[in-house]
């Protein structure tokens, strides 16, 4: 027994636990004990075990019963049955929901040292099942990009070939699905990927700014113009420019534009000298550029010059098999993020988050899973840790008022995000200006 494992003995009884502690001990292993199914699971909440070896009678909870709740929420933990009936019923129940082996009382040393060598060996099979495992997950992503659903792997088989050329493309898709991720890719394999990628949100900028921020201007060209400034079509030169949300654009810029994608050229404003520019233009927009095309929003000669290639990312209602991976994903970078031992979803849990509908999509699943991991009391996300997205789940206490119950949710999200503002923000779907003002509104303050 020279592997060293992490081992708890579940038993009411205190001898049949001293006897397995300095059993093992001796051997040196991490052993803890519990008296009750109870205190085993308050113990896994905050410690992970390799193998739990369990007593089949104890009072208040069985032995099946941990054993269902063991597997349900700690799926990896190796669970041992221990009985002093020799119920060949009882083994076969326990075998069938997931037990990896029993011992008959009373036992042998040998016998105990044969029923854990076979737990070893377990778990170095499963050590070997997790390494593929995420060899597979390499496969089902492509640059950041994850999903295994057949839309997803289709936009996976598409990029490189994209990728090879220097035509427009346009990326079409939902709020929240991922856009820019696809136009990272799509950089990161073109021969330009040494060169600079950079993504400007249009929507997000005034028709003056953004004509400044992507021509740049001269020295007095306007006022508050004390310096000449270089635009992001000149400081992007040999890279990609990413234009997010080009549906937003006034008709001037797009004439502008469009006169650069012929001409290859820009003027500064308040310039009159014309500036050699190489960029390739990677687009994206949530709206249906052919309609607005049609009602005339959109210029037409404009629409067909950025849309030499389109790529249309699904929604995630509509790749629900992708949930999972994501799901395992947003935990592992949150739990790395916040030092948070949280490794798993219980089947209640992933059962919320598959049948919702994610309006927002990937960038909403992100959100509610970093806000679970952040307000997580145990390793285990459960069903009630998504309540928010089904809505309360029990009604406000009567003597509690809105403006208390915002205040205590407030200060649980900051403690919980270790009064990381920028952090805490983002769980509470605010800006950091807006979480501010609350905080000094609710006479809130960091201990110490």
Request: aromatic share 8%; net charge neutral; glycine share 6%.
């Amino acid at each position: 027994m020279t592997e060293k494992m992490s081992i708890m003995v579940v038993d009411d009884e205190e001898i049949i636990r001293q006897s397995f502690l300095h059993w093992f001990q001796k051997y040196g292993h991490h052993v803890e004990v519990a008296a009750s199914g109870f205190e085993a699971l308050e113990k896994l909440e905050d410690t992970p075990f390799d193998i739990l070896f369990v007593d089949i009678k104890m009072p208040g909870m069985n032995g099946i019963e941990l054993l269902k709740r063991v597997k349900d929420e700690y799926p990896d933990t190796i669970v041992i049955i221990i009985t002093a009936y020799g119920s060949i019923e009882t083994a076969v129940e326990a075998m069938k929901l997931g037990a990896a082996d029993y011992l008959l009382k009373p036992f042998k040393p040998d016998q105990l040292s044969l029923v854990l060598e076979k737990a070893q060996q377990q778990r170095r099979l499963m050590a070997k099942y997790n390494y593929m495992r995420g060899r597979l997950d390499e496969i089902t992503r492509f640059e950041n990009i994850i999903g295994k659903s057949p839309p997803m792997q289709r936009v996976f088989e598409i990029i490189p070939e994209i990728a090879q050329s220097d035509s427009a493309v346009l990326i079409t898709g939902e709020t929240g699905t991922g856009k820019e991720l696809v136009a990272k890719a799509i950089h990161a394999k073109s021969r330009r990927a040494h060169l600079p990628f950079i993504a400007i949100n249009c929507g997000a900028l005034p028709d003056t700014l953004l004509e400044s921020e992507l021509f740049g201007h001269q020295r007095g060209a306007f006022t508050g113009a004390t310096r000449m400034r270089k635009g992001f079509l000149e400081i992007v030169s040999g890279g990609t420019l990413f234009l997010d949300e080009i549906g937003e654009i006034s008709p001037k810029m797009q004439v502008d534009l469009l006169r650069v994608l012929e001409e290859r050229k820009i003027i500064r404003i308040g310039d009159r000298h014309p500036i050699d520019v190489d960029f390739r233009l990677i687009s994206a927009t949530s709206k249906d550029l052919k309609r607005e095309v049609e009602e005339g929003n959109f210029r037409e000669d404009f629409f067909y010059r950025i849309n030499v290639i389109m790529i249309h990312i699904p929604p995630l209602r509509e790749r629900k098999d992708d949930i999972p991976l994501l799901v395992e994903h947003f935990i592992q970078k949150y739990s790395h993020e916040t030092t948070k031992q949280v490794d798993h979803v219980t089947p209640d849990a992933m059962k919320i988050l598959m049948d919702y509908d994610w309006p927002g999509n990937v960038r909403e699943l992100e959100n509610a899973i970093e806000r679970a991991v952040v307000l997580s009391k145990s390793r285990t996300l459960r069903k009630e840790d998504f309540g928010f997205l089904c809505g309360p789940s029990m009604p406000a206490p009567k003597d509690q008022s809105l403006r208390e119950m915002e205040k205590r949710y407030i200060l649980k999200v900051l403690e919980g995000c270790n009064w990381n503002i920028t952090r805490a923000a983002r769980v509470l779907d605010i800006n950091r200006v807006t979480l501010h003002k609350m905080i000094k509104r609710y006479g809130l303050k960091r201990p110490g």
